[in-house]
């Protein structure tokens, strides 16, 4: 079942079941023959291809995505262009995986291979859909794989355009298979003997449960699950900078975002002046139809979603906390959408680092606001989580802007920004936040593996 911002139902998929998740993957098996055999300069024409069909279909498959999400179209479109950007990224890299030769006594030599692993698995969150489905695939058929990709059920259109624009561009039929479901589908996937690797983007209990269906076949995992990521704010920043900062690390796909940094430390002597000028802010953010250009916020995933965060904000409120703006439910006035899954986006203040609302993960668009008075005392704190997916760091002294980020226990630091996430760069976390990286080279490791050969050039000495 799927719903769109309006509350209304616009398609039904059917689940994939063993046979046909035996059938995708068999599929990807003979796939990966044809695909594994060709040089990365080839592979890279292919992936180049698919880039350019996305860049000139961008505006249908952002529009696309906004439908398949309810993030703004203004959103949409930036995904869409991060991804074909990846895709890119790895084509360009696809030519240049390769092993070295290493000397050894006598004129014999070792060298080594970088090989692809085989069917790779990816499993999907709703927040980023295509992107993160673009995240996964494009390192992976770069270095050689089939990949067997399951969306997430709330959000599963946009990733089978994807699908079709691979084969499009020239990839062998069934490299890149989409299969459709929940976890029963995600169990069949990790279960299944063939598959080679599991690359798993979500929350931490199904990331674990996703680890021990893996261990069950020693299969290689990357895991990029949740967080509860620290903003420091000092008082040295550019104000106007770091406020900007702090909408962007909250609000950005309705809070749907798992490096959120969803709890804004900020010292002490700025506090009421930051405050001030976040709470202004947040209450003229646009909320309403997604598909209008002015709209900077749509509606959350769906109802079972929504009142969720509802019932964060209820329990700060009662732990303490002040709700400074939002938190209520929307109502948009265009009455097509008065089903849909909107609210206000939330500041709270008189924040606790005991409170719930600071140590469990919301993912919705709540800000919680805590004072701080000194360096040691902040960093101390932001470190006090079983997450460490990102943090960020907002002030004009550039000695203490990375001594603080050297500090942190997160995976992705941001200095005087936020939620910026270049291809070029590795992208995951520390902790419970998982491990393994998507993008940059890094990627490149965890979709390939390396073979040593060692040559002998004289005859063999037997101590036998």
Known sequence: LFKMCSGRVISKLLCSGEKEVDLAVQSAKAAFKIWS?????????????????????????????????????????????????????????????????????????????????????????????????????????????????????FTPISVVRLAEIFTEAGVPKGLFNVVQGGAATGQFLCH???????????????????????AKGIKPVTLELGGKSPLIIFSDCALENAVNGALMANFLTQGEVCCNGTRVFVERKIL??????????????????????????????????????????KQAKEQGAEVLCGGDLYVPDDPKLKNGYYMRPCVLGNCMDDMTCVKE?????????????????????????????????????????????????AGMCFINNYNISPVELPFGGYKASGFGRENGRAAMEYYSQLKTVCVEMGDVESVF
């Open 272 to 313: 009421d002046a930051f405050t001030k000028e976040v709470v202004k802010r947040t209450q003229k953010i646009k909320i309403g139809d997604p598909l209008l250009e002015d709209t900077r916020m749509g509606a959350l995933i769906n109802r079972p979603h929504l009142d969720r965060v509802q019932g964060f904000i």
């Open 192 to 214: 299944h003997p063939d598959v080679a690797k599991i690359s798993f983007t979500g929350s931490v209990p199904t990331g674990i449960k996703i680890m021990e269906m893996a």
């Open 361 to 409: 993960e919301i993912f919705g668009p709540v800000m919680s606001i805590l004072p701080f008075d000194t360096e040691e005392e902040v960093v101390e704190r932001a470190n006090n989580t079983k997450f460490g997916l990102a943090g960020g760091v907002f002030t004009r002294d550039i000695q203490k802007a990375h001594r603080v980020v050297a500090a942190l226990k």
């Open 37 to 153: 055999q060709m040089s990365g300069m080839e592979r890279s024409r292919v992936l180049l291809e698919a880039a350019r069909i996305i860049r000139e279909q961008r505006e249908e498959i952002a529009t696309l995505e906004t439908i398949n999400n309810g993030k703004s179209i203004f959103e949409a479109r930036v995904d869409i262009d991060i991804s074909w950007q990846c895709l890119e990224y790895y084509a360009g890299l696809a030519g240049s995986l390769a092993g070295e030769h290493i000397q050894l006594p006598g004129g014999s030599f070792g060298y080594t291979r970088r090989e692809p692993l085989g069917v790779c698995v990816g499993i999907g969150a709703w927040n980023y859909p295509f992107q993160i489905a673009c995240w996964k695939s494009a390192p992976a058929l770069a270095c050689g794989n089939a990949m067997v990709f399951k969306p997430s059920p």
